[in-house]
């Protein structure tokens, strides 16, 4: 920061003291100014503080319901969608997988003699019990 | 800056009460602080609407002081609020071109011989001094009526101001030096200064 030089501070004194001294004095002022200043004070009376601090209440209300709605949003179990991805893929495997049961039993039964055994029992009983016969 | 008299009371106790609507605190803050008030308007603006601008400043103390939060620095805030209804008042002058100037050489007229007698010098350096204030810019009239005449550190004129205190101290160097060199211009030597 620039230093602004003071050669001589008892100059300046002197000019501080005889601007002091010399000073324009401002005129008196009329007898009625406090009057007239009190009567605008009057005119414009402010709230009380008790008044201003009532709308403090509502807003408090408001605040709390906001955060209260927010928090409940907030914990709220958010959906799992990657757990959704993977329960759909097992389903449609299963369907997939049942379907071709449905289709092409003989595919499971080979690969299972008593099930096999277990097939040939219900066809041959059906064959046996067909109306047809 | 805490002051007590009057009613035995601080700016800061009256203050407070008048945050609580107490008109009575008001009043004694006016009473003790018009005449600063008076006297810095009129060594910034003059005597032109000077009553107006009394009760302007006081108005908007009174209006504002409820968002006072630093009750104890009322003064400063209170010096604020005066320069700001002089650069108010300075922009109302520009803009409409009345004539601040006028009063200032209201005393001058008055005076045939100013040396005659040890009042009329009185009053011919008073005239001289206010129309060299006058010759100021607004900024630089700011700084040496705060530090020079009222008699505030050059801190709070920061503060009252909104500067920091370097260009404070660099204003009041160009203002002092302005107004010395107008001094010397009106005939007003060194020799005068000295003997006051």
């Given at each position: 920061m620039r230093q602004f030089p003071n050669p001589n501070p008892d100059k300046d004194e002197k000019l501080v003291q005889f601007l002091r001294h010399y000073r324009p004095i401002a005129p008196t002022p009329p007898s009625d100014l406090e009057k007239r200043v009190m009567a605008m004070v009057q005119q414009n009376p402010r709230s009380s503080p008790v008044s201003?601090?009532?709308?403090?209440?509502?807003?408090?209300?408001?605040?709390?319901?906001?955060?209260?709605w927010g928090g409940s949003r907030w914990l709220e179990p958010t959906p799992n969608f990657a757990s959704q991805e993977t329960q759909?893929?097992?389903?449609?495997?299963?369907?997939?997988?049942?379907?071709?049961?449905?289709?092409?039993?003989?595919?499971?039964?080979?690969?299972?003699?008593?099930?096999?055994?277990?097939?040939?029992?219900?066809?041959?009983?059906?064959?046996?019990?067909?109306?047809?016969? | 800056?805490?002051?007590?008299?009057?009613?035995?009371?601080?700016?800061?106790?009256?203050?407070?009460?008048?945050?609580?609507?107490?008109?009575?605190?008001?009043?004694?803050?006016?009473?003790?602080?018009?005449?600063?008030?008076?006297?810095?308007?009129y060594q910034l603006c003059g005597n032109n609407r000077l009553d107006d601008l009394v009760q302007?400043?006081?108005l908007r103390v009174w209006k504002g002081i409820p968002k006072?939060?630093?009750?104890?620095?009322?003064?400063?805030?209170?010096y604020r609020i005066t320069w700001n209804v002089?650069?108010?008042?300075?922009?109302?002058?520009?803009?409409?071109?009345?004539?601040?100037?006028e009063d200032l050489t209201e005393v001058e007229t008055r005076l045939s011989r100013p040396q005659d007698s040890p009042n009329l010098m009185q009053l011919h350096y008073q005239d001289v001094i206010q129309r060299g204030l006058q010759s100021l810019s607004l900024d630089h009239r700011a700084v040496l009526v705060l530090h020079d005449l009222e008699d505030l550190p050059q801190k709070e004129v920061a503060e009252i101001l909104h500067l920091p205190t370097g260009?404070?101290?660099?204003?009041?160097?160009?203002?002092?030096?302005?107004?010395?060199?107008?001094?010397?211009?009106?005939?007003?030597?060194?020799?005068?200064?000295?003997?006051?």
């Open positions: 201003r601090k009532l709308w403090i209440i509502p807003s408090a209300i408001t605040a709390v319901l906001c955060l209260a759909s893929q097992e389903l449609a495997a299963f369907l997939v997988d049942n379907w071709q049961n449905v289709a092409d039993p003989a595919v499971n039964l080979h690969a299972d003699p008593n099930l096999v055994n277990q097939w040939q029992a219900l066809t041959h009983s059906e064959m046996i019990t067909s109306p047809s016969d | 800056m805490l002051v007590e008299n009057l009613t035995g009371k601080t700016d800061k106790t009256l203050v407070i009460q008048c945050q609580q609507g107490d008109s009575g605190s008001f009043r004694y803050l006016y009473q003790r602080y018009q005449a600063k008030v008076r006297s810095t308007l302007e400043v006081f006072l939060r630093e009750t104890a620095y009322f003064s400063t805030w209170l002089a650069t108010d008042e300075r922009r109302q002058f520009a803009k409409y071109g009345a004539s601040v100037a260009t404070v101290k660099s204003r009041l160097f160009y203002a002092r030096q302005a107004i010395r060199t107008f001094l010397q211009q009106q005939g007003v030597h060194n020799a005068s200064i000295s003997e006051s």
